[in-house]
């Protein structure tokens, strides 16, 4: 499985802005799908995450009510729209596939939030 990011950018506080990533390869094993973000000089965190199947999701607290992941099986990608963009929301975004035996990322799309 190889995976691609886009829609990263400078976005003012308060504003938007919607990520993808697409995945290509053996995209029938994948099993769940995620969002982390790594600022600088802080741990990488999951930002949310979505199953296959169901398309459970589950979100870190930081990002309830304002990100909402999601996934288009057919086209084999997956989205964050980011609202209420704040600066504290800066960070490299990395999307990860993982499924039986393996974990695939991203290479990151940068998010840059001025206040």
């Known amino acids: 499985v190889q995976l691609v990011e886009s829609g990263g950018g400078l976005v003012q506080a308060g504003g938007s802005l919607r990520l993808s990533c697409a995945a290509s390869?053996?995209?029938?094993?994948?099993?769940?799908m995620g969002w982390y973000r790594q600022a600088p000089g802080k741990q990488r965190e999951l930002v949310a995450s979505?199953?296959?199947?169901?398309?459970?999701?589950n979100y870190a607290d930081s990002v309830k009510g304002r990100f909402t992941i999601s996934r288009d099986n057919a086209e084999n990608t997956m989205y964050l729209q980011m609202n209420s963009l704040q600066p504290e929301d800066t960070a490299v975004y990395l999307c990860?596939?993982?499924?039986?035996?393996?974990?695939?990322w991203g290479q990151g799309t940068q998010v840059i939030v001025s206040s």
């Open positions: 979505i199953t296959s199947g169901g398309g459970i999701t």
């Open positions: 990860l596939a993982a499924g039986a035996g393996f974990g695939t």
């Open positions: 390869g053996s995209t029938f094993s994948i099993a769940i």
